[in-house]
């Protein structure tokens, strides 16, 4: 079995900084790309970044420049750092990841979210 979990989501005006990570767990075998996505209220879910395995970032229109991805493979662990926030923002942010068991399965995971409020 695999866990994601997140953890850094808050409170913050606009123009704050928040970092989220977010820990895969479980009986892993290696991890393949790596996600953020975001639900807003009556939004659908939609992806704010990526990562592969090998580094490569990938991120949407409205958080470039201002949102980073990174990942740390010896632990498992991917980072969101959120620089400039804004009220649009807001959401509960998701871990997702593929993960390839020490089965060889591979499968797709989700962390059960963490809220990031931005005040205006």
């Known amino acids: 079995q695999v866990q994601l979990v997140e953890s850094g989501g808050g409170y913050v005006q606009a123009g704050g900084s928040l970092r989220l990570s977010c820990v895969a767990s479980?009986?892993?075998?290696?991890?393949?790309?790596m996600a953020w996505y975001r639900q807003a209220p009556r939004k659908q879910r939609e992806l704010v970044a990526a990562?592969?395995?090998?580094?490569?970032?990938h991120y949407v229109d409205s958080v470039k420049d201002r949102f980073t991805i990174s990942r740390d493979n010896a632990k498992n662990t991917v980072y969101l750092q959120m620089n400039s926030l804004k009220p649009v923002d807001t959401a509960v942010y998701y871990c997702?990841?593929?993960?390839?068991?020490?089965?060889?399965?591979?499968?797709?995971?989700w962390g059960p979210g963490t809220q990031v409020t931005v005040s205006s």
């Open positions: 997702n990841a593929e993960v390839v068991s020490d089965g060889g399965v591979v499968n797709d995971y």
């Open positions: 990562i592969t395995m090998g580094g490569t970032p």
């Open positions: 479980g009986r892993i075998f290696s991890v393949y790309a």
